[in-house]
């Protein structure tokens, strides 16, 4: 292989394939999402200093952030290396192996650092697998009923969940209907879908009494309370159970974005009835909400990470925008509703950050 075939293969080895622009897209989002995890830490008492002198305490300020967040040992590490490159660097002919032990020293710390989050990212993939497993990978066959849905986390894992499945569960107990949620834990990451775990477990459980929805949502908010660091980690939520013959449908909105019910004639009907988010107060009512689908009617789920997400100049997608969306498509599939939905965010959203996870359900109603 010539040296140029080498250096392509190394860079493509290197960059993944990635051209330049999206390189530097994807550095600057890493960036940013680094700078505002530290920027609690830096506080917001520089700005009335002279230019200079606020660049150089943002500069402290952010390497000490930095430094505290290595294991002690590691401190005192990395601190040795800088002495030694600064010592070597001043020091000129007088210490020239110096920068070089430093250097190495620096690469020593990089590796441990490089090993922890190895460490770390396969437990996060081993995470994300399990959380796969606990919703479901494609909607239940029902006559009548056209189901889609997808989520995309923000981070490896997410605190969004989304189920579809039938029980027993309902007024009567005698006839199986269809419960259909989604559910957000406050917060991202592990600490959310670890409750997000504990919140399908208790769920699924519920739901297979033959309770009404309204007492269903009750023993749930009683079991969330119990787990939710005193308020800390509510979940807001959204239930509903349908009669796939009847097209009746029941449904509790625990302090969540109010669903659309985008009836065929093209009326959006939010659905608001319901309470507080779950695991806020154990006593807390719920109203439940009937109403009863007519044939092309579509229901519409989704968690705030839709109408919240942002574009570059920070702007909101809003609710406005897809309630325009779910107007159109009369007569289109609860997948090419999913599909618009998804295609409209991310091209609103371009190449800036996503601080949110993304979780749709859409329901399409043929009659049984």
């Given at each position: 292989m010539s040296l140029m075939g080498r250096w392509r293969d190394f860079w493509r080895r290197v960059s993944e394939g990635l051209t330049l622009q999206e390189l530097w897209a994807q550095f600057r989002r890493e960036a940013g999402a680094s700078y505002r995890h530290y920027r609690v830490e830096l506080g917001d008492d520089h700005g009335s200093q002279p230019r200079l002198r606020r660049w150089f305490r943002l500069a402290g300020a952010l390497f000490w952030a930095m430094v505290l967040k290595l294991s002690p040992p590691r401190r005192v590490f990395l601190l040795v290396a800088l002495l030694l490159l600064v010592a070597g660097l001043r020091g000129g002919e007088r210490g020239p192996g110096m920068p070089i032990i430093g250097a190495l020293a620096l690469l020593v710390l990089l590796g441990l650092e490089l090993?922890?989050?190895?460490?770390?990212?396969?437990?996060?993939?081993?995470?994300?697998?399990?959380?796969?497993?606990?919703?479901?990978?494609?909607?239940?066959?029902?006559?009548?009923?056209?189901?889609?849905?997808?989520?995309?986390?923000?981070?490896?894992?997410?605190?969004?969940?989304?189920?579809?499945?039938?029980?027993?569960?309902?007024?009567?107990?005698?006839?199986?209907?269809?419960?259909?949620?989604?559910?957000?834990?406050?917060?991202?990451?592990?600490?959310?879908?670890?409750?997000?775990?504990?919140?399908?477990?208790?769920?699924?459980?519920?739901?297979?009494?033959?309770?009404?929805?309204?007492?269903?949502?009750?023993?749930?908010?009683?079991?969330?309370?119990?787990?939710s660091l005193e308020g800390r980690r509510f979940t807001t939520?959204?239930?509903?159970?349908?009669?796939?013959?009847?097209?009746?449908?029941?449904?509790?909105?625990?302090?969540?974005?109010?669903?659309?019910?985008?009836?065929?004639?093209?009326?959006?009907?939010?659905?608001?009835?319901?309470?507080?988010?779950?695991?806020?107060?154990?006593?807390?009512?719920?109203?439940?909400?009937?109403?009863?689908?007519?044939?092309?009617?579509?229901?519409?789920?989704?968690?705030?990470?839709?109408?919240?997400?942002?574009?570059?100049?920070?702007?909101?997608?809003?609710?406005?925008?897809?309630?325009e969306l779910l107007r159109g498509g009369a007569e289109e599939s609860a997948a090419e509703t999913l599909r618009r939905m998804l295609s409209s965010v991310d091209a609103f959203v371009g190449d800036a950050a996503r601080f949110d996870d993304v979780t749709c359900l859409v329901l399409r109603y043929a009659g049984a």
């Open positions: 090993a922890d989050r190895v460490a770390l990212k396969r437990d996060l993939e081993i995470a994300r697998e399990i959380q796969r497993w606990l919703v479901p990978q494609s909607p239940p066959s029902v006559v009548g009923v056209d189901i889609a849905f997808a989520t995309r986390p923000a981070n490896t894992v997410a605190g969004d969940y989304y189920d579809a499945f039938l029980c027993p569960a309902g007024a009567g107990g005698v006839a199986p209907r269809l419960l259909v949620v989604i559910a957000d834990v406050a917060g991202k990451g592990m600490p959310a879908a670890l409750l997000m775990a504990t919140f399908q477990s208790s769920l699924r459980t519920l739901a297979q009494e033959p309770i009404p929805l309204g007492e269903l949502v009750a023993r749930l908010n009683r079991y969330c309370c119990e787990h939520a959204v239930i509903a159970e349908l009669d796939p013959a009847s097209g009746a449908l029941a449904y509790v909105n625990a302090g969540h974005n109010p669903p659309a019910l985008r009836r065929a004639s093209g009326w959006i009907e939010p659905l608001e009835k319901g309470g507080l988010p779950l695991g806020i107060q154990a006593g807390a009512d719920y109203e439940t909400g009937e109403l009863t689908l007519a044939r092309g009617d579509r229901l519409v789920i989704y968690t705030d990470g839709v109408v919240e997400a942002q574009n570059a100049r920070q702007e909101d997608y809003g609710e406005a925008r897809l309630m």
